[in-house]
């Protein structure tokens, strides 16, 4: 059974840093691409970050560019999220998903609240 | 970027009755268009990938259509539990993105 379960949201102040994590498991992670999807609290959905299977390319939303890194370590089955000068705008629900023709498994998501 | 505009923002419907939602492009995403359901409090939850192949353990009351710039999600008699919101998404090009949704909801 695939699974994606993601950690490391919280409450930071503006300017501040979160790293979250995702680990995966149920599937092979080596071999496909990762997302990282967020949501603001009653509104749509926004691809944050996207990682190819080895780690050579990363795309990320302009919002973001700067700012954000992702990451992934194939041996701990794991997709990790760098967020540094955390702005208002940011908070979210954070949630990892595995990319294949669409996003067909998510993790749960965790909450990022930035505020002072 | 391209933008994906979704209606109607709002489908009142009554159980049994049929949905039709629809997506809109900026420019062709040639088939690259998934759909995804959301109930509250929970992920969203992959439909159809590739305009119309449903994705697994999808019922067949769900069916999508289109290329290029226009999509239609089908929901051919809505069950209780489909009254959620609806987005469609592209993964023509980065940023892959989404519509702002369809929410269905009980008439």
Known sequence: EV??????????????????????????FSSHWMTWIR???????ECVAHIKQDGSEKYYVDSVKGRFTISRDNAKNSLYLQMNSLRA???????????????????????????? | EIVLTQSPATLSLSPGERA???????????SYLAWYK??????????IYDASNRATGI????????????FTLTISSLEPEDFAFYYCQQRSEWPVT??????????
Request: charged share 15%; proline share 5%; hydrophobic share 30%.
């Open chain 2, 20 to 30: 039709t939602l629809s997506c809109r492009a900026s420019q062709s995403v040639s």
């Open chain 1, 3 to 28: 699974q994606l379960v993601e950690s490391g949201g919280g409450l930071v102040q503006p300017g501040g840093s979160l790293r979250l994590s995702c680990a995966a498991s149920g599937f092979t």
């Open chain 2, 59 to 70: 019922p067949a009351r769900f069916s999508g259509s289109g290329s290029e710039t226009d």
């Open chain 2, 98 to 107: 989404f519509g702002q949704g369809t929410k269905v909801e009980i008439k």
């Open chain 1, 89 to 116: 705008e940011d908070t979210a629900v954070y949630y990892c998903a595995k990319d294949e023709r669409g996003y067909g498994y998510w993790g749960q998501g965790t909450l990022v609240t930035v505020s002072s």
């Open chain 2, 38 to 47: 959301q109930k509250p409090g929970q992920a969203p939850r992959l439909l």
């Open chain 1, 39 to 45: 949501q603001a609290p009653g509104k749509g959905l």
